[in-house]
């Protein structure tokens, strides 16, 4: 990518998309065009060929998606499936069209089976039955590497498409009934601690296993992918994680941690557990060259200062 490539990233404002600008601007990439979601609405097909028409922009980043944790999933599958086709159709669409040199978009490990082998390999896609309470969502994503693929092999695009694990970071989204778990258990604990709180619930049953990434961590995985491997190589699509797995009753006591919360756990089995675990096989990214850096406690610490951070800034 040369320094002055016009560059899209869709979903600029969100967890992974506003790490991806952050870190196109650290490598010296100033020519990044974006658009706020009323500014845009990349679920209406003419308004999003109208846009990709006129900007001609070289690379897509797609990191705009109808996203949320366990709960939001399961409460709006139609919202969560409706969005995400109609939002990657669109820009897949317009980009081929406008012939964009090449595209990333990004999907969730929830594609996979919910019992398939760990870790999971790549292949395993479209191997088993998927986890209820992400269904829809999974859908959506699984029709987004298809989408991708297929455009690959009819048309010659260079369309490349990686499965994150589980992300965390600044711009994550704290409202505790739409959020993920780090979010919303780092803002529960927090809220504990100052209200002196002798208890904190976590939903479910805290055995579920999961892999945590930091957002930082994705953006480099993203810009390395888009800088050095071609759609060919990287196969139908590539996980990007840590390799790495924790139960959510550890996830939360290291947040106590770090937090300083010396209170009580209690756990709320009429909230579901999901999957019972996902853990990928990072075998193929680190093969092709890229690793993590952040650690989980240390990923947590920096996010942790963020949120402070925020709430010092909204309470001026
Ligand atoms: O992060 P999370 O919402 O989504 O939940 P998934 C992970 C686990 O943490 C589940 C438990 O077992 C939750 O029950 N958990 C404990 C909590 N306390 C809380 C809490 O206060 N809030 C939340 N949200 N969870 C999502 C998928 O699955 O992960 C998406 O629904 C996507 O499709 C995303 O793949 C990455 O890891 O279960």
Not at 80 to 92: E, K, P
Not at 149 to 155: I, L
Not at 179 to 204: C, D, F, N
Request: glycine share 8%.
């Amino acid at each position: 990518m040369r320094k002055d490539a016009k560059i899209y990233v869709a979903g600029h404002r969100g967890l992974v998309g506003s790490a991806i600008v952050r870190a196109l601007e650290e490598k010296g990439y100033h020519n990044l065009i974006y658009r706020t979601s009323s500014e845009l609405d990349l679920r209406q097909q003419s308004a999003v060929q109208h846009f990709f028409a006129e900007e001609k922009p070289d690379y897509v980043f797609l990191a705009a998606a109808k996203v949320g944790g366990i709960l939001a999933n399961s409460t709006y599958p139609a919202q969560f499936l409706y969005d995400n086709l109609m939002i990657q159709a669109n820009v897949i669409e317009a980009a081929y069209r406008n012939k964009i040199d090449k595209l990333l978009f990004l999907g969730s490990t929830c594609i996979y089976p919910k019992l398939a082998p760990q870790p999971l390999q790549e292949t395993y896609l479209l191997t088993g039955p998927l986890e209820e309470t992400n269904e829809a969502y999974a859908i959506a994503k699984i029709s987004g590497i298809k989408l991708c693929g297929s455009y690959n092999r009819e048309y010659g695009t260079n369309y490349l498409s990686l499965m994150p694990t589980n992300l965390y970071g600044p711009n994550d989204n704290f409202d505790l009934g739409t959020s993920h778990v780090m979010p919303a258990l780092m803002r529960k604990i927090h809220e504990a601690k100052m209200m002196r709180q002798s208890t904190v619930t976590v939903w479910g049953s805290g055995n579920p296993l999961r892999e945590f990434l930091h957002v930082d961590d994705m953006a480099q995985a993203c810009i390395f992918v888009t800088e050095h491997v071609k759609a060919e190589k990287a196969g139908e699509f590539i996980n990007i994680g840590t390799g790495v797995e924790i139960t959510i009753r550890d996830l939360a006591l290291l947040l106590c941690e770090v937090i300083g919360f010396e209170g009580k756990l209690i756990f709320d089995p009429s909230k579901p557990d999901g999957t019972p675990r996902k853990l990928t096989d990072v075998s193929k990214i680190h093969h092709l060259g890229w690793k993590h850096r952040i650690e989980l406690r240390e990923g947590i610490q920096d996010t942790y200062q963020w949120y402070l951070k925020q709430m010092e800034e909204a309470n001026e």
